[in-house]
C-alpha cells in the first residue's frame, strides 16, 4: 500500500452497512438457475402461481437435505419441519403475529447488544414498551439473568388480575397455533453486532428456562454457514490472498454446533415429551441473504411440525400463497445442482475470511495502539460480518461516530441497545463500542476506513489531554495565586500586630 495514490477523503468509507459486496453475488449462477427454470412450463408455472402455504415443494426438499448435511442432527430435517418465509426478519413478524398476544405475552427478552433493526418489528407488533435487555456473557447469554427477569415478569402478570394475564385477550383460540408466554431473540452464532457465539451449554440451559416459562426462543441463523478457522483470521496477511477454505475444510463445511431447534428437538425428551403441547421452544429462523443474496428475500423457518404448520398458516401466507415462490425455484436449482454449495466454499468463505484478516490486521495496526481493545475469540471458529471494537475510556462512541462520518461511517454502540430499556442499557456500556462491518466495501478500503477511524481518534484523545492539561493549568495558576492572597493576608496582619520581618520568614 505504500505505492498507492493518496486517498480521496471526501467519499466516505461504509463500515456499517452489513450487505454483502456485489462481487460476491452468485450473480452466474442466478442467471443459469432462472433460465433453466423459466424454460421449463411446469417449473415456470410453479413460480410464477400461488405457492402452496408451506412453500415451494422441491425447495423445502432441498433446503432439508442441505440443512441434515451442514447441522448433522441426530434426526434428518424434514420438508414436513420446514416452511419457505420472505426471509429471516419477514418472518419474525410472522411468528409475532401467531405465537403472541399483545396482552397475555408478557416480554420480548432480547440478547444485547442487539441487531437495532429487529426493535421495530417488535413494536409494530405490539411491544414497545415491553422489550427487556438480557446482557450476552463469554458464553453468549446470561441466563441467569434471564431466569430471574422472568421470574419477576411472572409475579407482576399475577399481579395484573384481569387484563390478558391469564389468557390471550387479542388472539383467538386455534388448534392451528398456540401463543407463548414470552419471546426471545437473539444471534446465537456470530452474533450481530459483537460477533460472540452462544456455547452449546448454554444453548441447552437457554432451553431449558424456555421450557420453564413457556417461552419461544426466535433465533437469527443468517450467519450460521458463514464460519472458518479462527486462525486463518490471525495468520493470514492483511495483503495476500488466502484461501481459508484450503486450512480447515472440516470446520467449514459443516457446523460447529447444533442450532437451539435442535438442541430442543433432542433434549430430555424434546417437544414430544411427557406434559408437552408438541410446538417445541425454539425454532429456526434463516435465510439466503448472506450467502445469495438479500434481494432474494427468500428464507425459510424450521420447527416442530406442528410449529412449521403454524407459521404457514399465517393470513398473509393464506391470502397470498407463500412468499418469495419465483425465487424459491431458483433456490432449489441452486441446491440440488450444488451451485450455491460451490459458490459458498470456493468463492464467499476465503473472501470473508480475508476480508476479516484485513479489518483485523487494520485494527492491530492503527487502533490497538490508541487503547482500543480488540476481542479475543473464545472459539476456534469465526464468522459472521462484524467486528465489535471497545473504546479507549476516554472515547466516546456517538462522538467518535458522528465525527468520523465524513470520512468514514461506522455505528455506535448505543444504537444497539434495547428500547424503552434505559437501566439495563446504561449499565452495559454501549457507549465504550463500535461496530465495523467487513462485508460491504472493497477490500482495500477496509484498511483505509480504519485508517481513518484511528485519525480521528487520536484526533480527538489529543484534543481530551490538551483540554486536561489545560484545566490543570488553570488549577496551578489558580492555587497559587489563592496562595499569594494568602500570605498578603497573613503579613498584614502580622504588620497590624508588631511582628518583625524575620517573625514573618518563620510564619511562611
Known amino acids: 500500500m505504500g505505492n498507492a495514490a493518496p ?32 424454460s421449463h412450463a411446469d417449473t415456470a408455472h410453479d413460480g410464477l402461481l400461488y405457492g402452496p402455504d408451506p412453500g415451494y415443494g422441491p425447495a ?79 458464553e453468549g447469554v446470561d441466563v441467569d439473568f434471564l431466569r430471574r427477569e422472568m421470574e419477576r415478569s411472572e409475579e407482576e402478570a399475577r399481579r395484573r388480575k384481569g387484563f390478558g394475564w391469564d389468557r390471550p385477550l387479542f388472539k383467538p383460540e386455534r388448534q392451528r397455533a398456540k401463543v407463548y408466554k414470552h419471546v426471545v431473540y437473539c444471534v446465537p452464532s456470530f452474533a450481530n453486532p459483537s460477533s460472540k457465539t452462544m456455547s452449546l451449554r448454554r444453548r441447552r440451559q ?87 443474496g438479500p434481494g432474494l428475500s427468500v428464507g425459510w423457518c424450521e420447527g416442530t411440525e406442528k410449529f412449521a404448520y403454524g ?54 495496526t492503527y487502533l490497538l495502539p490508541l487503547g482500543f481493545t480488540l476481542p479475543e475469540p473464545v472459539s476456534t471458529v469465526v464468522g459472521g460480518y462484524f467486528i465489535w471494537l471497545v473504546l479507549p475510556p476516554r472515547l466516546n462512541a456517538t462522538a467518535l461516530a458522528q465525527r468520523c462520518a465524513a470520512q468514514v461511517v461506522i455505528a455506535a454502540g448505543p444504537v444497539f441497545a434495547v428500547p424503552g430499556d434505559d437501566e439495563a442499557g446504561k449499565g452495559m456500556g454501549f457507549e465504550g463500542c463500535v461496530r465495523l462491518c ?10 483505509e476506513g480504519v485508517r481513518r477511524v484511528g485519525l480521528v481518534a487520536k484526533g480527538m484523545l489529543e484534543q481530551q489531554q ?38 514573618l520568614e518563620e510564619f511562611k
Open 206 to 292: 437457554l432451553v431449558r428456562v424456555a421450557r420453564e416459562f413457556d417461552a419461544l426462543v426466535v433465533p437469527d441463523e443468517v450467519y450460521d454457514f458463514l464460519q472458518w478457522p479462527a486462525s486463518s483470521s490471525s495468520s493470514a496477511s492483511a495483503t495476500v490472498k488466502t484461501d481459508a477454505a484450503d486450512e480447515a475444510p472440516s470446520l467449514l463445511m459443516t457446523a460447529h454446533l447444533p442450532r437451539l431447534v435442535d438442541v430442543d428437538r433432542e433434549l430430555e425428551g424434546g417437544p414430544e415429551r411427557p406434559g408437552a403441547d408438541g410446538f417445541g421452544n425454539a425454532c429456526s429462523n434463516a435465510s439466503f441473504s448472506k450467502i445469495a
Open 60 to 138: 423445502r426438499e432441498a433446503i432439508a437435505d442441505w440443512l441434515t448435511t451442514f447441522y448433522r442432527p441426530h434426526h434428518a430435517v424434514t420438508p414436513a419441519r420446514l416452511c419457505i418465509t420472505g426471509g429471516a426478519s419477514q418472518n419474525l413478524g410472522c411468528l409475532l403475529n401467531v405465537y403472541t398476544d399483545p396482552s397475555y405475552t408478557r416480554h420480548i427478552w432480547i440478547v444485547a447488544p442487539a441487531y437495532m433493526l429487529a426493535f421495530r418489528i417488535f413494536e409494530d407488533a405490539g411491544f414497545a414498551g415491553r422489550m427487556r435487555a438480557v446482557p450476552e456473557d463469554d
Open 311 to 364: 407459521v404457514s398458516q399465517t393470513g398473509t401466507t393464506a391470502s397470498g400463497g407463500a412468499p418469495s415462490q419465483l425465487s424459491s425455484t431458483y433456490l432449489a436449482h441452486l441446491l440440488r445442482t450444488e451451485a450455491l454449495q460451490t459458490h459458498l466454499h470456493t468463492h464467499l468463505l476465503p473472501a470473508y475470511a480475508r476480508r476479516h484478516a484485513i479489518l483485523q490486521h487494520a485494527i492491530k
Open 466 to 503: 490538551e483540554e486536561e492539561g489545560g484545566e490543570e493549568e488553570k488549577k496551578k495558576k489558580k492555587k497559587k495565586e489563592e496562595e499569594e492572597e494568602e500570605d498578603d493576608d497573613d503579613a498584614g496582619k502580622g504588620v497590624a500586630n508588631g511582628w518583625s520581618g524575620s517573625k
Open 438 to 447: 467487513f462485508a460491504w466495501e472493497e477490500e482495500e478500503n477496509l484498511r
Open 7 to 38: 486517498a480521496d477523503m471526501s467519499n466516505p468509507i461504509n463500515l456499517m452497512r452489513g450487505w454483502p459486496h456485489p462481487s460476491l453475488l452468485p450473480i452466474a449462477a442466478l442467471r443459469t438457475a432462472a433460465a433453466t427454470v423459466l
